[in-house]
């Protein structure tokens, strides 16, 4: 197939319109007859002008040019890259659910509050949390808003001093930048080599100005950190509260649940764990689930249920306030819903299962070829780091399985790994995909011996080479000028 | 047997047998034995989806759906053009992942480059990130900007910026000890005497909407002459739609633009997700939250485009990082990127034209009933205020049985506006819809 790399703007020509409209049927007066010339436009309004047809195909080749999840493995850890199912997408579009105007009254949205307020109650099932608030619009704003529950906790019992939260080194960046926009500090501390929190150095953190800790269970390394209750017990005694980061909660879907290990707040990641699609960067949804505790505090309003109605509560004094305009990502929750439904209890704990099963069984097989982090039973995902080489890094595996047609891992990821590229199949990957992808590793790792350069100048079949990051960081071209 | 895990019994033996263990139970062996689960999760038996297509209709039968819509107050009833929903059902586009990897994410990255482009051109600004959550949370993420770039903790804010935006920034101020300031109302526009009486030196920045939420152009010339400190950044949140009448904020000298593009391909939704916008001048683009996507070239010298000024974002800076937000709305902003190009130059002028012009022929016909007039005398764009004798509840629950969504009452937001009700017009309203609404106004 011909290359395609023009930009919507260079296939514009002057006259074309992809848009029709009805007739106006009402006066058409002049538009400065009311409103003063000095506020009208002083020039054309600057968008390319293609036919119907033509946008279509311009995106179509665009569309071609990408690499999704129904194209091909994903296996990129902590990220969760499950299948997204098509009826989902089919729900998510029924104009009963969603030719909805957010300002409806409350009488006439009965279906779309009680649909939220049931995903909800599943998640808190899921998680062992008391509440669930639907609101936050992604896993960063999840954590953002669970922070403020936690920060509104200890003012509301009059301990300004606490505000400390506790980060492990192997957190994901959300985490601290996510502390520091809430007003927190950040204290960062060192894990053991095989990723768990260190009691020893968290016990020197422990004092009268902690708010928090953050922890992701199973860690970024994909291992379940076995002194969690201690790490509860530690850190409530000390007056802290315990935040439960749910990137990874595809590891333990009906067989372990945050809030019975101790945690008070946490966020989930419905475009990991529930299946709804990741859009190219998003829109995700980060509900967060909290204990009775911190229920006061939760964002309004909340969803509530009287008398077999749902309403909308405003009147929550003690509320952080608003984080987000309306009430969440309906849509993306809509589709979790369908899910969750789909899946049934059963089916979530297989999903789990199963997503930990493959993950064991690639370890298994690739830990003959690759240095693992950590060789022990991990959970949803594990780590691979660069094998001993003068020339070859992680950077440049991950470029050469381009060539064979995968998306890379998670590369260089946690931080204290050095090299770390992170493997997460999820339960939606056939043996036969992960047992192909594995030969490919096996067959990387001989290259690297036999035929480096391969390795190296890769990737040579995909549209493009590698890129030039620095040009673009120092020539800085984030519009086209036309 | 569940229709999304392919592992079939034999698979798992297999699998097992590779990583030398009996049962799958072995692999949750490291889960305290007290912590495990003891009860099967409580949500119910799988559904097929013949049972779940059954359930979400017996949802959908209990909301009122696909009404006649006059009301706005931040979700438009825009009409979205087949192409676009045709186009973001592509899984090549919704199934992937932020566009980490250049070489097999060029699609979703020259959409990205090419959605930069027609916001910041359609708003008169330097430049535009990839998308945000939406036009609140943009706000909120603005005034971080101006506070941190000026070093100074106090944000001066209009009353007529929509009230739900104003929750959200008080909230993000609140939490970063950001003093939040109000200014007065005059006429349904911000008060100049009051804004001058209450910037000083410590305002970090000044946040204005225009059109503002009362559906009034505001004046961005004359509030912009007014901020007379030279490092106060001026915040402009704007509707793109409007954009094909109006003049752009960056010619009224804005420092940062934001906004809501939901009326571009995204439908009302029940509020959400939205499309958060955020435009910036030069000397800020390293200071601008979450995603952006620059031109570059491949080892071959053949263009593309890269993500690139990463510095500024979490997954490298952690806590000093300009913003915490990674996921952001990318298919929303290809939704819009599409949507955009077909409008094209000439469709976007038509589409503002046909709201104004309806917005206005509306108007007239409401206040030839006598029971209505018009609360403020400013020019509006497609949204304006009306005042009766009753209050707008009772109206709008006439209104609904008709399957028609009335105006937006204010009094709950704005107290001293008794019986005002805020009405929007689309150019998806016919001659005939408003005709029999505002019959429908006039019996009542």
């Known amino acids: 197939m011909k290359e395609y790399n023009k930009l919507i703007f260079e296939i514009s020509k002057k006259g074309r319109c992809g848009y029709a409209l009805p007739e106006l049927e009402v006066d058409n007066s002049p538009l400065d007859l009311i409103i003063p010339k000095n506020l009208l436009k002083t020039r054309d309004v600057k968008l390319p002008e293609v036919s119907e047809n033509g946008v279509i195909r311009h995106y179509t080749r665009l569309s071609n040019k990408n690499f999704g999840l129904d194209t091909g493995f994903y296996p990129l850890g902590s990220c969760t890259m499950k299948y997204n199912p098509k009826i989902n997408e089919v729900i998510a579009r029924n104009p009963k659910m969603v030719n909805l105007h957010p300002y409806q009254p409350e009488e006439s949205v009965q279906g779309a509050l009680e649909m939220m307020h049931e995903a909800a109650e599943h998640l808190a099932e899921i998680s062992g949390m008391d509440q669930v608030s639907l609101q936050p619009a992604a896993g960063s704003h999840g954590e953002m808003a669970g922070l403020m529950l936690i920060k509104a906790y200890h003012e509301k019992n009059g301990d300004f001093k606490r505000k400390n939260i506790i980060v492990p080194d192997s957190a994901h960046g959300t985490n601290p930048s996510s502390v520091q926009i809430v007003g927190l500090n950040v204290i960062e501390i060192k894990s053991t080599p095989e990723g768990d929190v260190d009691i020893e150095v968290l016990k020197e953190h422990l004092n009268d100005e902690l708010a928090g800790f953050m922890l992701t269970n199973p860690s970024t390394l994909g291992i379940f950190e076995k002194n969690i209750e201690k790490i509860s017990t530690l850190i409530h005694e000390a007056g802290g509260l315990l935040y439960y980061d749910g990137a990874n909660m595809n590891a333990i879907m009906g067989k372990a649940r945050p809030g019975d290990m101790g945690f008070d707040v946490m966020h989930f990641n419905l475009h990991k764990t529930f299946s709804t699609p990741h859009g190219g960067g998003g829109p995700g949804a980060g509900p967060i689930g909290f204990k009775s505790k911190l229920a006061d505090f939760q964002p309004v309003p909340v969803i509530e249920k009287m008398n077999n109605k749902y309403r909308l509560n405003y009147d929550r004094p003690d509320s952080i306030g608003k984080v987000r305009s309306f009430y969440g990502n309906y849509g993306v929750i809509l589709r979790a819903y369908a899910y969750i439904l789909t899946m049934g209890g059963s089916g979530l704990e297989t999903a789990s299962e199963t997503a930990v099963l493959n993950a064991n069984y690639m370890m298994a097989r690739l830990k003959e070829h690759y240095p693992v982090a950590v060789d022990k039973v991990c959970k949803h995902e594990f780590i691979l780091t660069e094998p001993a080489h003068e020339k070859i890094t992680t950077l440049d595996i991950a470029k050469r399985l381009l060539d064979f047609g995968y998306h890379p891992p998670t590369i260089y990821f946690p931080l204290i790994i050095k090299g770390a590229m992170m493997i997460e199949p999820t339960e939606t990957e056939s043996k036969e995909t992960m047992d192909e992808f594995i030969e490919t590793m096996i067959n990387i790792r001989k290259e690297m011996e036999e035929n480096p350069e391969a390795v190296l100048s890769a990737p040579g079949n995909t549209l493009i080479k590698r890129v030039d990051e620095g040009k673009a960081a120092r020539d800085i071209v984030v519009t086209h000028s036309w | ?444």
């Open chain 2, 1 to 444: 047997m569940f229709r999304y895990i392919p592992a079939t019994e034999e698979d798992r033996k297999e699998m097992l047998d590779v990583i030398g263990i009996n049962s799958v139970d072995e692999l949750f062996d490291d889960i305290p034995k007290n912590l495990k689960q003891s009860q099967p999760l409580n949500i119910g038996a799988p559904m097929s989806e013949i049972e779940l297509k059954k359930r979400i209709e017996e949802l959908g039968n209990k909301n009122l759906s696909n009404l006649i819509c006059f009301r706005g107050a931040g979700a438009y009833d825009h009409y979205i053009p087949a192409a676009v929903d045709h186009l973001i059902s592509r899984s090549e586009f919704y199934t992937a992942y932020t566009p980490y990897q250049p070489e097999i994410s060029q699609g979703t990255l020259q959409c990205i480059f090419e959605y930069q482009t027609m916001i910041a051109d359609l708003t008169g600004m330097f430049a535009s990130n990839a998308s945000m959550y939406d036009g609140a949370t943009a706000a909120a993420e603005a005034a971080m900007v101006a506070a941190t770039v000026t070093k100074r903790q106090e944000i001066v804010v209009s009353k007529s910026v929509n009230p739900e935006t104003r929750k959200v920034l008080k909230t993000y101020c609140k939490f970063r000890d950001i003093k939040v300031v109000e200014i007065e109302l005059d006429e349904g526009a911000t008060c100049i005497k009051d804004l001058k009486d209450k910037i000083s030196d410590k305002t970090a920045g000044v946040m204005v909407q225009s059109p503002n939420f009362f559906g009034i152009i505001e004046d961005l010339d004359e509030i912009r002459e007014n901020i007379i400190d030279k490092k106060t950044k001026y915040i402009v949140y704007t509707d793109l739609v409007a954009m094909g009448i109006l003049k752009t904020p960056g010619e009224s000298g804005a420092d940062i633009v934001i906004g809501d593009a939901q009326s571009f391909g995204t439908g009302l939704t029940y509020g959400g997700p939205y499309l958060g916008f955020m435009t910036i001048t030069k000397e800020l683009i390293r200071k601008m939250p979450g995603r952006i996507v620059g031109e570059s070239v491949d080892q071959d010298g053949k263009r593309c485009y890269v993500l690139t000024l990463q510095a500024r974002e979490q997954h490298i800076r952690r806590y000093k990082a300009t913003s915490n937000i990674c996921s952001n709305h990318a298919l929303n902003a290809l939704a819009a990127t599409i949507h955009m190009s077909l409008l094209g130059r000439v469709g976007l002028e038509k589409v503002a034209e046909q709201c104004y012009k309806k917005a206005n022929y509306t108007l007239r016909k409401i206040v030839e009933t006598d029971r209505y007039k018009l609360k403020f005398n400013r020019p509006f764009f497609r949204e304006f205020v009306i005042e009766g004798e009753e209050s707008p509840e009772i109206i709008n629950e006439k209104l609904l049985k008709d399957g028609i969504l009335g105006g937006y009452p204010l009094e709950k937001e704005y107290p001293e506006l008794k019986n005002t009700s805020l009405v929007c017009i689309t150019e998806k309203r016919s001659k005939l819809e408003i005709d029999s609404f505002v019959e429908r106004m006039g019996e009542i």
